[in-house]
């Protein structure tokens, strides 16, 4: 199984990072998605937390709830990507220093 997550990780990553260099403006799209994600995730963190705190519940059953969540997975599991493919089109472009998106 964990073979199987890296080779589909490695795929979409590649996948990703050739779309971003056929249509630049995808970069944009693929920014746009990380920001709503990272959003996303931060505020169930948060407003879970804070939760705790209010509630005075016990907190790692109730942080552990909210880190298994279909919506907290998703927008980490495609931050994780963004990182991936960000950092792959700094290396395809090494001599400019420049983004494809320039």
């Known amino acids: 199984m964990t ?3 890296f080779m589909v990780s490695a795929f979409v990553s590649l996948l990703m990072i050739g779309c971003a260099i056929r249509f630049p403006y995808l970069v ?3 920014s ?9 995730a931060g505020s169930l963190l948060s ?4 939760n705790v705190m209010r509630e005075g519940e016990v907190f790692m059953t109730t942080v552990h709830r909210v880190l298994l969540s279909r919506l907290f997975l998703i927008g980490i599991g495609y931050s994780g990507l963004y ?11 090494p001599r400019t220093g420049k983004h494809p998106i320039d």
Do not use: D, E, N, P
């Not at 407003?47 to 804070?50: A, E, F, G, N, Q």
């Open 3 to 5: 073979a199987m997550i």
């Open 83 to 93: 990182a991936l493919v960000m950092t792959g089109l700094c290396f395809i472009h």
């Open 28 to 30: 944009r799209v693929y």
């Open 32 to 40: 746009g998605l990380a920001f709503l994600s990272l959003l996303t």
């Open 47 to 50: 407003v879970t937390i804070l």
